[in-house]
């Protein structure tokens, strides 16, 4: 089973905070195009621009109930790289 999406980025958002540690760090909220629709996916990869894709997978994690499925950004592709495989 495929669990593996690409997605076009058409927005980013990034919020700066501070972890209990007191280390600095950027949360980025990327929208992407899903069938015409907006969606938001978060991630701390930081090289995301509006235009770019995005190479979502779908697995699980352990959470104190059980396994839940989770939503991941995997990588960020430039536009030029899409581009240029689909010539």
């Given at each position: 089973m ?5 997605l ?9 905070g501070?972890s ?17 629709e ?7 990869l ?9 190479q ?5 994690r ?9 939503v991941?950004?995997?990588r ?12």
């Amino acid at each position: 089973m495929e669990n593996e999406m690409i997605l076009k980025i058409i927005g980013v958002q990034v919020y700066n905070g501070l972890s209990r540690s007191g280390e600095p760090y950027s949360l980025y909220t990327l929208d992407v195009d899903h069938g015409g629709e907006k969606c938001k996916i978060k991630t701390f990869l930081d090289n995301a621009r509006p235009g770019d894709f995005t190479q979502i997978v779908i697995g699980t994690r352990k959470n104190i109930y059980g396994a839940e499925f989770a939503v991941l950004v995997e990588r960020i592709i430039l536009a030029g790289e899409i581009e240029n495989n689909w010539k």
